[in-house]
């Protein structure tokens, strides 16, 4: 991968603050639209979600999950050039008490301040989701495999 395409895969997990984050449900692909947030290394995307909504439950019996972040619209004629990275990996809960839940839930509200009162809510919890490959589209003609060294490697741009 070129220099800039890695500037700005970094930039789009950066910049972008939704991720649709695909489960298996019944053995069918399920896709919901999430919030997230990244470590600085990008050596994992933190979601903070209901244990009552669907995708929660899938990845409960499932942790294979993949999240696609996406450039922001931004009314060009061909939205296909826009840059996307979709991400596979595992998903892992991660409870309120754990080792590292306090920096993760300071960085998520840094990110989303709104989101605090769900924090008081019995039912939400973060998921933790470590990469293991994915796929970068950078506009036409530019795609690439990633990999986590990827991800950790372009994270530094």
Do not use: C
Not at 11 to 24: D, E, F, K
Not at 82 to 89: N, P
Not at 110 to 122: C, D, G, I, K, M
Not at 127 to 150: D, L, Q, S, V
């Amino acid at each position: 991968m070129d220099a800039q395409s890695e500037k700005l895969l970094a930039r789009v997990v950066r910049a972008s603050r939704m991720a649709a984050l695909a489960t298996l449900r019944d053995d069918s692909p399920q896709v919901s639209m999430v919030t997230y947030a990244a470590a600085d290394d990008f050596s994992a995307f933190y979601i903070f979600v209901s244990r009552l909504a669907q995708h929660t439950m899938d990845m409960q019996k499932n942790k294979r999950v993949s999240l696609l972040i996406a450039e922001n619209d931004d009314g060009r004629p061909d939205p296909q050039t826009l840059a996307r990275v979709s991400i596979r990996g595992a998903a892992e809960s991660l409870q309120n008490g754990e080792p590292g839940y306090t920096p993760i839930k300071e960085m998520y509200l840094a990110r989303f301040p709104q989101s605090e009162p769900l924090f008081h809510l019995q039912d939400f919890n973060f998921w933790r989701i470590i990469p293991k490959g994915g796929r970068f589209i950078a506009g036409f003609g530019k795609a690439y495999n990633i990999t986590f060294e990827t991800l950790k490697k372009v994270s530094a741009r």
